[in-house]
C-alpha cells in the first residue's frame, strides 16, 4: 500500500452544507487512497459522508448550499478541484462515472433507455449518433440485457435491470474510476450477488478502479480489495480487506462487526453500537465517536485522535486502539 | 402498471397514453366534435352555401328556413354561412393564443424552475403582476393597446395564460429537479440547457398539456367576450362572438340571431372540454391501468 502506487488520492478534504441558519460539517479532513484496477470499499453509516465524497469527486455537489472548504482529490496527479470547469467537464462521466444507488429514480422515466445510455457516450465523443446507438447497444449486451430492448423505457424492466442499464450508462465511456454509490442497496439479495459479479466483471475486464458506497459488510468482503471506514465525516480506519476483518482495530469498526448477527449461535439480541453519531451541525472536539466509545477517556473528549499504525500495518485513528484490539481478540 | 403480452413492448408513454385516451368515449366525442369543427374550417368556403357578406335585401331577419338554414341577420346575410365561416376565427384563434401562450409559459416557467434563486424571484414576481389583474381585464387593455386584427388579438388573448403555463411548469419542475436522474444527467456530463430541456420539460409537461387543452375552451369564450364589446376581431368577419354583439339588439324579436352563434361556441366548449378532460385522467398516473 505505498504512497506513489495510489490513483485516487484525497488529501484532507472538508466538504460543507450550508443553510442561512446553520452549517452541516459532511466532510471533516478526509484522507483516502484509492490503487490502479482495485476497489476500495468505503463504509459507514448513514450521514456519514460517503456520498458527499463521492459527488465531490465529480464536483456534482450542489451549486447553492455546499462548498468544499479546504482539501484536494488528484487522480495521476492531476487536482481536480482546481481544474476548470471546462476540463472538468472530458472527465465527468468520461474518466470518472458514478453509479447511483436507487435505480427506480436514476433513469429518466420518459427517454428510452437506449437513448440514456447512447446519450451519455455522444456527450463524450464525437461519434455519429448511429455508431453511439451502436456502443449503447454492445453495453445493453455486455450487462446482459438484449439488443431488442434498446427502444424500451424505464418502467418496463425490473430493479435489478434497470440497474443494470444504470451500471451500462456508467461504463459506457470506459471510465478509469468508477463511484458505486451504495449500487445494490436497493436490490433483493439475489439480484445483489448478480449485480456485483456484473460490476466485479466489469471492472476487471476494463482494469477501473472503483470507489464502493456501502454499509453493507458482506458486499465489501464480497469485492472489496482495501476497505476505508468512515465515521462523522472522518476516516477512522483504513486497511486492506484482509486486515480490516482479521484484525479491526477502532473501537467503531469492532462495533460494527459486533452488530453482524451470529448465525451460529442462539443470541437473544442483536448488539448495536449505542447512541447515535454527532449531531454534524457542531463542530467536534476530541474523537468524534468518544461519545459512544467504552473504552473513551479524558483524552479522547480532548484530543483529536492522530492516525497509527496497527501491529499489521493498517491504519485507525483511535488513541485506545491497544484496549480495542485487546477487546477484539477475546 | 402491468405489461400484459407482446402488444405492449417498446411501448412509449405517448402510445399509452393516445391507448388510454381512446377508450375514454367523452373525450372521443368531443374530439370527433373538434376534428369535424376542423374539416368544416378547412372546407369553409366549400361547405356555406352564401357567401359571409352576401346580402338578400329580400330576407331580412327571416327566421330558420329550407333557403336560410339558421336564418337571416338583419341585413339579410345568411346566418349558416357566417356560422360555418366563423368557426375558421373561433377555433384556430383559440388553438393558436393557447399553443403561443403554453410556449412562452413553457420557457419563462422552465428558466425559472431551474435556475431558482434571485432569478426565479424577479420571473415569478413579475408574472405575479400579470396574474394580479383580473384576466378579463388584461385582454381587453392588451387588444386595445394592440389594435383590432387577427393576430392581434390572438396576441391579447395569449398574455394572459402565460402565468399560469409558466407557474405550472415551474412548480412541476422544482420537483423533478431534486430526482437522481438529474443528478446522474450531471454525472454523464449533460450541459444545464441539455438538462433543462431534454430531461427536466419532458417529465413536467404533462400538467401543461392538460392546461392547455383546458385553455383552448376558455380562449374561445374570451375571444368571442372581446368581439361581444367591440374589441378583437371587427364585423363583418363572423367571428362567433362578434355575430352575438351583433345580434343583441334583436334578441327579442329575432332570437334565432343570437341561438345559433351561441349554440356553436356552447358545443366547441363542451367538445374541447370533453377531451381535455379525457387527457387529464389519461394523464393522471393514478388512473394508469
Not at chain 1, 465529480?58 to 476540463?87: A, F, Y
Not at chain 2, 373525450?27 to 368544416?40: H, R
Not at chain 2, 431558482?116 to 400579470?130: F, K, S
Amino acid at each position: 500500500m505505498s504512497e506513489n502506487k495510489s490513483y485516487l488520492k484525497i488529501e484532507n478534504l472538508r466538504v460543507e452544507y450550508f443553510s442561512s441558519k446553520e452549517v452541516v460539517h459532511a466532510v471533516n479532513g478526509v484522507n483516502l487512497r484509492m490503487h490502479k484496477g482495485k476497489t476500495l470499499g468505503l463504509v459507514g453509516e448513514t450521514g456519514a459522508g460517503k456520498t458527499t465524497i463521492a459527488k465531490s469527486i465529480l464536483r456534482i455537489l450542489p451549486d447553492v448550499g455546499s462548498r468544499i472548504v479546504e482539501g484536494s482529490i488528484t487522480v495521476d496527479g492531476q487536482d481536480l478541484l482546481k481544474l476548470k470547469e471546462n476540463d472538468m467537464r472530458k472527465i465527468r462521466g468520461n474518466d470518472i462515472s458514478m453509479i447511483f444507488q436507487d435505480p427506480m429514480t436514476a433513469l429518466n422515466p420518459v427517454q428510452r433507455v437506449g437513448e440514456q445510455i447512447s446519450e451519455a457516450v455522444r456527450l463524450h465523443s464525437d461519434m455519429s449518433k448511429e455508431d453511439c446507438d451502436k456502443r449503447a447497444k454492445e453495453m445493453l449486451k455486455m450487462v446482459g440485457i438484449t439488443e431488442d430492448r434498446f427502444s424500451e423505457y424505464p418502467h418496463q424492466f425490473s430493479g435489478g435491470m434497470k440497474q443494470r442499464i444504470v451500471i451500462a450508462i456508467a461504463l459506457a465511456c470506459n471510465p478509469k474510476i468508477l463511484l458505486a454509490d451504495e449500487p445494490t442497496t436497493a436490490l433483493d439479495v439475489t439480484i445483489q450477488a448478480q449485480v456485483l459479479d456484473l460490476v466485479a466483471e466489469l471492472q476487471k475486464k476494463f482494469n477501473t478502479s472503483m470507489l464502493l458506497i456501502t454499509h453493507d459488510l458482506g458486499v465489501v468482503a464480497q469485492v472489496c480489495d482495501d476497505v476505508a471506514i468512515i465515521y462523522a465525516g472522518q476516516i477512522v480506519e483504513y486497511g486492506t480487506k484482509e486486515q480490516i476483518f482479521h484484525h479491526p482495530s477502532h473501537p467503531y469498526t469492532v462495533g460494527l462487526f459486533g452488530a453482524i448477527p451470529d448465525m451460529a449461535g442462539d443470541d437473544e439480541w442483536l448488539h448495536p453500537i449505542e447512541g447515535l453519531p454527532p449531531d454534524p451541525t457542531k463542530p467536534i472536539k476530541g474523537c468524534a465517536f468518544a461519545p459512544r466509545c467504552k473504552f473513551a477517556t479524558d483524552k479522547c473528549f480532548n484530543e483529536t485522535p492522530v492516525t497509527h499504525k496497527t501491529p499489521d500495518g493498517h491504519e485507525c485513528s483511535c488513541h485506545n486502539m491497544k484496549e480495542a484490539l485487546k477487546e477484539e481478540e477475546k | 402498471m402491468i405489461m400484459s403480452g407482446k402488444k405492449h413492448k417498446g411501448q412509449s408513454e405517448f402510445s399509452r397514453f393516445i391507448y388510454q385516451l381512446s377508450k375514454n368515449k367523452m373525450a372521443m366525442i368531443g374530439l370527433a366534435i373538434i376534428i369535424l369543427e376542423v374539416f368544416i374550417a378547412v372546407f369553409a368556403p366549400a361547405i356555406a352555401p352564401y357567401g359571409y357578406q352576401e346580402i338578400d335585401a329580400n330576407a331580412l331577419r327571416q327566421p330558420p328556413s329550407s333557403a336560410h338554414w339558421f336564418g337571416t341577420d338583419e341585413i339579410g346575410r345568411d346566418i349558416f354561412s357566417r356560422v360555418i365561416i366563423g368557426t375558421r376565427y373561433s377555433l384556430s384563434m383559440g388553438i393558436l393564443a393557447t399553443l403561443i401562450s403554453s410556449a412562452i409559459g413553457i420557457v419563462i416557467g422552465a428558466i425559472a424552475g431551474f435556475a431558482g434563486g434571485w432569478a426565479d424571484n424577479v420571473i415569478m414576481r413579475a408574472l405575479d403582476v400579470i396574474q394580479s389583474l383580473p384576466g378579463m381585464l388584461l385582454v381587453i387593455v392588451m387588444s386595445a393597446v394592440l389594435g383590432s386584427g387577427y393576430f392581434n388579438t390572438i396576441l391579447a388573448l395569449s398574455v394572459g395564460s402565460i402565468p399560469a403555463a409558466a407557474r405550472m411548469l415551474r412548480a412541476n419542475m422544482l420537483r423533478q429537479r431534486k430526482a437522481e436522474y438529474i443528478e446522474a444527467a450531471y454525472s454523464i456530463n449533460c450541459s444545464p440547457a441539455r438538462i433543462i430541456f431534454k430531461h427536466l420539460v419532458p417529465n413536467s409537461i404533462s400538467a401543461n398539456i392538460v392546461q392547455m387543452t383546458m385553455g383552448v375552451s376558455h380562449v374561445i369564450v374570451q375571444a368571442a367576450s372581446l368581439s361581444f364589446i367591440g374589441l378583437g376581431i371587427q364585423p363583418p368577419t363572423p367571428d362567433w362572438g362578434a355575430m352575438l354583439s351583433g345580434a343583441r339588439a334583436f334578441i327579442r324579436k329575432s332570437p334565432h340571431m343570437v341561438i345559433f352563434p351561441g349554440l356553436a361556441i356552447a358545443i366547441t366548449v363542451l367538445a374541447v372540454n370533453m377531451l381535455g378532460d379525457g387527457v387529464r385522467d389519461a394523464m393522471d398516473p393514478k388512473l394508469k391501468k
